[in-house]
């Protein structure tokens, strides 16, 4: 039914482009046939654009040497997903571009053969690259080359299996960004046109899904079936990999990356050799990258050194990689010279340029150069071109080294090829992309996944070698260091122009007018049959108006005007093969700016243009002129309204493709990597698609597939997406709260899809998921269940139930799968009764339902119940909850009652009953062994076993009482494993005692500790039968016993951290954030605030109270806000939100809005329109807000919501009783409500004119929630290497942080939250190794990252700008350094305020900086600030507080004015000798400053005397002043940094590792009884230095 009406609301866009196909054969969804296809569809010149994976990454090698390739991504890449996009070396190291990192051969699935080809993945890093491939098996159907895939026989019309061979994973990453403008096959980010392949419709697709698509970089996977190589493998019988060629290895890559060789023990880093790094040199000039060796595909590469039995190893040796580190060290290096030396040189001749050579790899395509091609300065400008030797068309997707006569030196020939109607579109929109290439317009209006980044405006490019300017040194004269007024310690303004400065390339050098398709089009009959393909219509600088005719001999100026049709050719026609060419020939302006942005363009940092995997959206942006662009205007009204973009007259199977790829094998770590990247990829393009879905629907430019029923109940479909609105349709959730709850339930069924995935059984699919909020509204976006439209939804359920528990059924099938996710969910298998009063067996709550789809998958749905209950927020008469609960005002009725734990919070109460359950049962334990010693006669002195008893629960400090514990704990194990696996040896005594123990906690099992819970308790409408009554009450007291938990245990926790400052949040995210870390729902908020309110140390909480205060604030303003949207129709929308703003913010009285002026047209259009409105009021009420009612119900709101009142009655109030920032709500509410606001100066404190108009409002975005899938392998390499370095095995950390790092790249692409975290620890590590350029340059990558990731002001982004300015300092950039702190500053200013302890970090840095530079007064005013927070945050007797004095006394020191630094060192000195005691080396260290500062001081006073005494002819002996050493200021910006060097001999260092090795010992023997670690820091001293928790290297020193 969804598809009649797809297909009469979206126009067919086929003919545009290419071939249509017919899609109304019979055999649609027979597989493939082999068919050869004719030959290459459309001329030579659709060469490069016929593949399956528009972005073709080169990799960087296996040799770890840069990529050389040019310096940045196309911007563009090729219209037609032609385009590959390069490679690019981001100071020297290579990114994968579009594929985010998994070079191409990442998709290639080898069809019908089961393997995979994973390319090698670049890493942004360094060098290091993950080549993971998988032997391919040819296909051995159909000719050697390009032949259709052939799927095996037996598959019949399973889509799943079709699907597979041909899914693309493609490369993430900037082929989103670029490949995605344009109608064609390359699907958006690449995955798109995987559904069409999957059912097969055949004819004119061999081309682009052929097995030559294959690449075969990284070893070992040949192209499938390109005759003659010896690496293709014998052809397996098709769809059955021989497990020689399963197992596959990614190869080693030495160089800085240090890539391991095997899933799991990585072997060391091997430091390149000297030749290594002198062909590194070349390869940066050459700019083109090198691939590894082809090897047979038996033969791994890994580390050089042969068998793959290693990929089998156990994952636990992932844990001790530096155990196997030695091994292949030297095979390492022999193998990257080997295989640098085949890499050879090609001489290319382009028309119009001089010869150039080119660096090539035996192993590349002939696709790759074109790439490098279509990205190089002197080429980019052509799309349509054969590469030819010696008079013979190279084939694209043939390997060099399969090319005769190919060698050294040989000359290739670029060849100009006639042009098609499809490689004309590309040419434009290649050339547009080029003419856009800096423009940010897409990153402001959240397109693409384009995002902003602001660093390269600090830097001014000098980091690192790619700078214009070279290092200066230490010149000290050329730096300026006064900053802005607005980030001086106590400066009250807060600009917020600042926060977007004007990018100096964006104001790009404008090379046209006008570029568009021209009115004529498409060409007239008489005309086509003359090669007339398309028309254009340009007005250049000089303002000419041209008309340009695109032919198949290439472009030429014709004779039309806008009025007139003359197609002839103009005199001069001026004919040229590319569009360039010819508007450089006739306008001047043209060519100059054309060469000019290419060279910028060629310069910018990679990480700033390749887009991410999500949209990030920006809450403010300047005004910008909207410009003419053909392109863009061109999607918007053809394949844009109905259809994706990339495959003409068909949809994607969003279904299929999200199922198919959680079904790809995942035995060994290859497999995993295809696997989790495939889904990653379908999931973001999947979350791309429903947010353009859910705003089309809510825009009204979808059809209802219920048109007749009132708006609210409508339900959509479009592009293969349902959606719904979050709405109590039916009455469906009367008794849960009514629309209240149906706008919660799908958050909460997206949390259990979340789980669910997490989890990942085999067998059990969920639906596709993605939660938007969007002008008020929520819409749930959901994949469809193939068949679920076609019949009622009882017949479908067999599992669950569709009425809230009154009719239950159940499956075995689904019990069998759900039995499996019980353990990790912690659900319990129960019993309930249906409606007829029979019982039914459940694993999972009612209304989780059960489907089994046409396609014969099992999806479960509906999961809004998958953690149970929270009993706070749900009263149930009858029963009583915990004092605890009842002390803080529970329970407290809930607007609805779906209010469920949260994943966190529940195994956080397991762990914690865990803990009580081994302390009980080891007491216990223990009281036999005191009660047999004593029957025995042992205890001589009488002690009773009372007493005993009484004795072990205190818990003792001395040694031998803790070690006893752990004795008792480590039977109790013992014990506990042994009755488990119920073995008759245990004598009933200690089974008893396990019993009891398991009993105490609540445990479901008598034998083993195991907690689950039934999500059904306290459902209403779910009965349970008499036989489980009494475990019905056992749950119903765990629940009880939980909520208490998180009020007595979670919230005291966390407000405990935040005193410690072990965790550090600074806006409302991080605060969440936190919250949730710890299982505490949001709406706690107000009783954490209370909470904080009553603790003793409230002072030192204030950061904290103030976040709190104004999330609250702008939560309950956004709950307000929801509603009032939903009021407003389209035309008032920008009016509306302007006077919200006003009420909210503005300390105007009476702000008035303005109404549309079509108001004002006759009644009755006005009485349709309103019924297309989603809201039935009236469509001008919001009108009538004023701030004082506005306030009033954010008050009640809070009070109601959060259980917590505010004292205050406007903006003016609150920002005055909680010290809040009025920029600080203003983008709180921004960010929470997708709102976009024009960025200029606002006056919140006008009194005479509001402060936001309806020009201030520029847009509003969606608010989206979706799933992240993990990469979970990746994630184990980074913990491990975390571990490592906590440890202090810093180089194995090292290389376990790369290798992480490659396969975060080869899941996420280039760009993700996670990878930025590894980058950031990578840089630290380098930094603490002492190699800073390399710090300096993966610390760049992570700002750069988090910016494009995060956003350019969040609270990580701003800690990443410090780290940068620590490594540039270290560099000794010392005007960069600062620049990037007072960067922080503001930011930190514009997000928070003063008054937060990170801000006495900054400060010291700052103040440490600037003292290095000799500006004395400047530097004391920030030191003084830090000393006055940290004082604050840490209490003046804190060793923070000393750090702090310390550093003034050294300014004042400098100044010469000793008497202050006498009396800042004393406060120091004295704080020094309480904490730590007169003969810790930091008081001696103070001591002797002291006396140093007193000698000085007398020195000078006897100076002064004598000129008193002596006047002018006095003898002065000179003063020592001394300027602070860089080392000396660098030292102490390590030490507030938390970074510590302790000089160690070698000696010492072997005692360290023993000493640390012994107490891994310990703790793996305590592993099972954590809680009675003794705690076993050996450096809490040097913890007292302020470090930064989240990345401190407890080096410790007691230890040495």
């Given amino acids: ?422 490689e004309a579109r590309i040419h ?142 103009a005199n001069p026609s001026f004919l040229s093969h590319s569009l360039v060419e010819l508007l450089n020939q006739i306008s001047p302006t043209f060519k100059k700016n054309f060469s000019a942005l290419q060279k910028k363009r060629v310069q910018r940092h990679p990480f700033e243009r390749i887009a991410t995997p999500f949209q990030v959206y920006s809450w403010t942006a300047p005004q910008a002129e909207h410009a003419m662009d053909c392109v863009r205007a061109e999607d918007a009204y053809t394949s844009r309204l109905g259809y994706e973009e990339h495959i003409p007259g068909q949809t994607r199977d969003w279904n299929e493709e999200l199922q198919t790829t959680r079904e790809l094998p995942r035995k060994n770590l290859p497999e995993r990597l295809l696997r989790e990247r495939a889904i990653f990829k379908v999931h973001s393009d999947f979350t791309a698609a429903a947010t353009r879905g859910a705003m089309a629907v809510i825009d009204g430019n979808v059809m209802a597939i219920n048109p007749s029923e009132e708006t609210k109940m409508q339900m959509f479909i479009w592009n293969n997406i349902f959606f719904s609105l979050g709405f109590d349709v039916r009455d469906h959730y009367k008794d849960f709260g009514g629309d209240v709850a149906a706008y919660v339930a799908p958050t909460n069924d997206l949390n259990g899809v979340r789980t669910y995935n997490a989890v990942d059984v085999e067998g059990l699919y969920t639906l596709g998921t993605v939660v938007v909020d969007y002008r008020g509204y929520r819409v749930t976006a959901q994949s469809i269940i193939p068949g679920i439209l076609e019949r009622e939804q009882e017949q479908s359920v067999i599992y669950g139930s569709i009425d809230f528990g009154k009719t239950v059924v159940s499956h075995p099938k689904y019990l069998e799968l759900l039995e499996k996710t019980s353990r990790p969910l912690k659900i319990q298998k129960h019993r309930v009764l249906n409606d007829k009063s029979e019982e039914v067996e459940l694993c999972s709550s009612v209304e989780c339902k059960g ?30 909850m915990p004092a605890e609960c009842r002390k803080m005002g529970f329970p407290k009725q809930h607007r609805h009652k779906l209010c469920c734990l949260r994943q966190e919070l529940v195994d956080a109460f397991v762990e914690h009953r865990y803990l009580l359950f081994m302390k009980l049962a080891a007491l216990q334990l223990m009281q036999q062994k005191a009660s047999k010693q004593e029957s025995s006669g042992a205890l001589e002195n009488g002690s009773s076993a009372e007493n005993g008893s009484a004795d072990s629960e205190r818990p003792e400090p001395e040694e031998g009482k803790v070690e006893e514990n752990v004795t008792g704990l480590e039977q109790v194990k013992e014990l506990a494993e042994t009755i488990a696996s119920d073995d008759g040896a245990v004598d009933p005594k200690s089974r008893e005692v396990i019993r009891n123990a398991c009993k105490a906690v609540g445990s479901i099992s008598d034998t083993s500790f195991d907690i689950r819970f039934n999500p059904d308790i306290f459902s209403p409408g779910v009965r349970f039968p008499e036989s489980s009554k009494e475990e019905v009450q056992d749950q119903k007291q765990l629940l009880k016993d939980a909520a208490a938990f998180l009020l007595s245990c979670q919230i005291p926790g966390l407000v405990k951290d935040c005193l410690d400052h072990s965790v550090l949040p600074m806006d409302g995210a991080t605060l969440a954030e936190a919250m949730h870390q710890r299982g505490i729902n949001m709406r706690y908020l107000g009783k954490v605030l209370s909470f904080i309110t009553r603790t003793p140390g409230r002072a030192q909480l204030d950061h904290i109270f103030k976040i709190g205060i104004s999330e609250l604030i702008t939560r309950s303003a956004k709950h307000i806000f929801k509603t009032y949207l939903q009021g407003v129709e389209l035309s008032g929308l920008s009016a509306a939100i302007s006077h919200f703003l006003n009420c909210f913010l503005s300390s105007f009285p009476n702000p008035i809005a303005h109404l549309p002026a079509d108001e004002l047209v006759s009644k009755k259009k006005n009485k349709k329109r309103k019924n297309r409105n989603l809201g039935n009021a009236d469509n001008t009420a919001w009108a009538s807000m004023t701030p004082q009612e506005l306030w009033k119900n954010i008050c009640s709101e809070a009070k109601n919501y959060f259980d917590f009142s505010l004292e205050c009655e406007n903006a003016d109030q609150a920002a005055e009783v909680y010290n809040l920032q009025k920029i600080t709500l203003l983008r709180e509410i921004s960010l929470k409500t997708g709102v976009q606001i024009l960025l200029k100066e606002y006056n919140f404190d006008n009194r005479h004119k509001p402060t936001f108009t309806e020009e201030d409002i520029l847009n509003i975005f969606p608010v989206v929630k979706h799933v992240n899938p993990k990469a979970s392998d990746a994630f184990h390499f980074f913990q491990s290497g975390q571990a490592k370095v906590q440890q202090g095995f810093l180089k194995e950390g090292c290389e376990l942080i790369n290798e992480a790092l490659n396969l975060f790249n080869n899941v996420y692409g280039a760009m993700h939250v996670e990878i930025c975290a590894c980058l950031r620890l990578l840089a630290r590590l380098n930094y603490i190794m002492g190699d800073y350029s390399e710090a300096l340059s993966n610390q760049q990558k992570a700002v750069l990252m988090s910016e494009r990731v995060l956003g350019i002001e969040h609270p990580n982004t701003i800690q990443e700008y410090m780290h940068l300015a620590l490594y540039c300092f270290a560099n000794s950039q010392l005007s960069t350094a600062l620049s990037l702190l007072y960067r922080a500053r503001y930011l930190m200013l514009l997000v928070f305020g003063e008054d937060h302890p990170e801000m006495a970090l900054l400060d010291n840095n700052i103040g440490l900086v600037l003292h290095g530079v000799m500006e004395y007064d400047l530097s004391l005013r920030f030191l003084e600030n830090a000393l006055a927070i940290s004082s604050k945050y840490h209490g003046s007797k804190s060793l923070k507080v000393a750090l702090s004095h310390h550093l003034v006394a050294r300014v004042y020191e400098s100044k010469a004015e000793f008497r202050s630094a006498l009396q800042h060192e004393k406060e120091g000195y004295t704080i020094y000798k309480n904490q730590l005691g007169e003969h810790h080396e930091k008081t001696k260290e103070s001591s002797e400053y002291l006396k140093y500062l007193t000698q000085q001081a007398v020195a000078l006073q006897r100076t002064m005397n004598e000129i008193y005494k002596n006047g002018s002819n006095a003898n002065i002996v000179p003063l020592k002043f001394t300027a602070p050493s860089m080392a000396s200021v660098l030292e102490q910006l390590n030490i507030i940094n938390g970074i510590l060097f302790i000089p160690l001999s070698q000696k010492d260092l072997e005692n360290l590792k023993a000493e640390v090795q012994r107490r891994q010992q310990l703790q793996e023997s305590l592993k099972s009884g954590e809680q009675l670690e003794p705690e076993d820091k050996a450096g809490e001293e040097k913890e007292a230095e302020p470090s930064k928790p989240a990345a401190e290297i407890p080096l410790t020193q007691s230890s040495a």
């Fill in 428 to 569: 434009v929109r290649h050339i547009r992309d080029l003419l856009k290439s800096l423009d940010p317009s897409d990153a402001f209006n959240g397109v693409d996944c384009n995002s902003l980044s602001f660093l390269s405006v600090f830097t001014e490019g000098d980091l690192g070698d790619s700078g214009k300017r070279k290092k200066k040194g230490t010149e000290m004269e050329q730096i300026d260091c006064t900053p802005p007024e607005h980030i001086l310690p106590g400066s009250k303004e807060r600009p917020l122009c600042a926060l977007q400065p004007q990018n100096r390339d964006w104001k790009p050098l404008q090379c046209l007018k006008v570029l568009t398709m021209s009115g004529w089009n498409p060409p007239p009959g008489n005309r086509k049959m003359h090669g007339d393909l398309m028309y254009l219509y340009v007005i250049t600088v000089e303002d000419r108006h041209v008309s340009i005719t695109a032919s198949t001999r290439g472009f030429y100026l014709n004779q039309s005007t806008a009025y007139n049709f003359n197609p002839k050719p």
């Fill in 1 to 422: 039914m969804g598809n009649s009406l797809l297909a009469s609301c979206c126009r067919h866009v086929t003919e545009l482009i290419f071939q249509p196909r017919r899609s109304d054969s019979p055999e649609e969804s027979s597989p493939l046939l082999p068919k050869p296809p004719a030959d290459r569809p459309e001329g030579p010149g659709a060469a490069p654009c016929a593949g399956l994976y528009p972005d073709i990454i080169p990799s960087t090698a296996a040799t770890g040497s840069p990529q050389r390739c040019p310096r940045h991504i196309p911007a563009l890449a090729e219209a037609d997903g032609s385009a590959a996009v390069c490679a690019v070396p981001g100071g020297g190291g290579a990114v994968a571009v579009g594929a985010g990192a998994v070079a191409v051969g990442a998709g290639a699935v080898a069809v019908g053969a089961g393997a995979v080809a994973v390319g090698a993945g670049a890493v942004p890093d360094g060098a290091g690259a993950v080549a993971v491939c998988a032997g391919a098996v040819p296909d051995g159907a159909g000719p050697p080359r390009r032949a259709a895939p052939a799927l095996p026989a037996d598959l019949g019309a399973d889509h799943a299996q079709s699907l597979r061979s041909c899914l693309k994973l493609e490369a993430d990453g900037s082929d989103r960004g670029f490949c995605r403008r344009d109608g064609q096959v390359a699907a958006a980010g690449g995955g798109d046109a995987a559904p069409g392949a999957g059912r097969g419709r055949g004819e004119g697709r061999a081309a682009w899904l052929g097995p030559d698509r294959v690449p075969s970089w990284g070893g070992a996977a040949a192209p499938l079936g390109s005759p003659g190589t010896p690496s293709s493998a014998p052809p397996a019988s098709v769809g059955k990999t021989s497990p020689a060629q399963r197992e596959v290895v990614p190869p080693q890559d030495a160089g800085p990356a240090g890539r391991p060789g095997s899933d799991p023990a990585p072997p060391a880093l091997a430091l390149p050799t000297k030749q290594q790094q002198q062909q590194q040199q070349k390869k940066r000039r050459k700019k083109k990258k090198l691939t590894p060796l082809e090897h047979p595909s038996g033969l791994a590469l890994m580390n050089g050194s042969g068998p793959h039995e290693s990929l089998k190893g156990e994952k636990d040796a992932r844990q001790n990689g530096h155990e196997e580190a030695e091994a292949g060290e030297e095979g390492n290096d022999q193998e990257v010279i080997v295989i640098q030396d085949t890499g050879f040189t090609v001489k290319i001749c382009a028309p119009g340029t001089e010869p150039f050579s080119l660096q090539v790899s035996p192993q590349e395509m002939v696709q790759e150069i074109h790439q490098v091609l279509m990205d190089r300065e002197d080429t980019c400008h052509r799309t349509c071109f054969s590469l030819q030797l010696d008079g013979n068309v190279l084939d694209n997707f043939a390997e060099l080294k399969t090319i005769e006569g190919l060698q050294e030196g040989s000359l290739l020939k670029v060849v100009e090829e006639p042009y098609t109607v499809r």
């Fill in 851 to 880: 489907i089994i789809g046409n396609d014969g998958r099992h999806y479960i749905l509906d999961l809004l119940r998958t953690f149970p209950p929270d009993l706070n927020f749900l009263p149930v008469e009858g029963e009583e």
